[in-house]
């Protein structure tokens, strides 16, 4: 079943996915404070440069997907919707767990 999903999705898209779940599970530990060095280097710094990026990406490959499924016969329109659903839902979970963080750091900025 899930490498059936992983082959109709694709490597890219695949990989895609699995780092953008990846940053949702290091939302959590996202501080306000900026360590430069060790392993809180990569949910200080990384991890939130790379939610910006992965959340654009994800948007853009959505577009695709959907520029791509407009020409397409039903079999490669079944996977097109099947990867516009996957991507949406990742999107919107993705942007609901970094949420807390982006609005601790819009106060920060407003004080």
Do not use: K
């Not at 779940?21 to 991890?47: C, D, E, K, M, R």
């Not at 939610?51 to 695709?64: G, H, K, Q, R, W």
């Not at 949420?99 to 407003?110: E, G, I, K, Q, V």
Request: aromatic share 12%.
């Amino acid at each position: 079943m899930i490498a059936d999903y992983l082959r109709r999705v694709g490597f890219l898209r695949a990989l895609l996915m699995f780092v953008t779940v990846l940053l949702v599970f290091l939302s959590p530990f996202a501080g306000g404070h900026i360590q430069t060095s060790g392993w809180p280097l990569i949910t200080t710094l990384v991890a939130p440069v790379s939610f910006v990026i992965f959340s654009f990406v994800l948007c853009l490959d959505m577009l695709m997907t959907r520029v791509f499924m407009s020409g397409t016969a039903d079999a490669e329109r079944r996977r097109f919707s099947l990867i516009l659903r996957s991507e949406a839902v990742l999107l919107l979970i993705l942007l609901a767990s970094w949420t807390p963080f982006m609005l601790d750091l819009l106060s920060l900025r407003a004080n």
